[in-house]
């Protein structure tokens, strides 16, 4: 849904799409046509796409972006976020309140990315490495003394 609120913003006439990111250095039109095409190609892997790690690691990249270039503004100080356009206005909340809510959720994203990657991959890691472990305190302790 913010894909499609970014595609649509990004044709729209407002003043904020004529400007350049402070951030990234280049038009707000192109970045957000740009990262809306790239949500929905996210958004379609992670539909069609049969492993979980995969997936994991698709919203987790997706996820760090999004709180990187957050953060990033942060830093610069920059209080202009375009992301979901003039969209945000016509919800009934009040003003900057959509905004925190969609860093939560891309912090929430993130959060449960990394926590299934943990259940994935590093579960099986550390199953190897305790296999390893047992392997070699059973050589040891084989050994006559």
Not at 35 to 43: D, P, R
Not at 45 to 67: E, I, Q, T
Not at 107 to 136: D, K, P, T
């Amino acid at each position: 849904m913010t894909a499609l609120a970014k595609l649509y913003a990004a044709t729209g006439d407002a003043k904020v799409l004529q400007l350049q990111d402070e951030l990234l250095r280049i038009g707000y039109r192109p970045l957000m046509i740009s990262v809306g095409l790239l949500e929905i190609v996210v958004a379609l892997f992670l539909c069609k796409s049969r492993s979980d790690l995969k997936r994991c690691l698709a919203l987790l990249w997706l996820s760090g972006n999004f709180l990187l270039y957050h953060f990033g503004d942060y830093i610069l100080g920059v209080h202009l976020c375009p992301c979901l356009g003039h969209l945000t206005d016509r919800l009934p909340l009040p003003k900057g309140l959509a905004e925190v809510l969609f860093q939560f959720l891309a912090l929430y994203w993130f959060l449960a990315s990394l926590n299934m990657l943990w259940r994935e991959w590093g579960s099986v890691q550390w199953a190897r490495l305790l296999q390893f472990r047992n392997r070699l305190f059973r050589r040891t302790s084989a050994r006559p003394v």
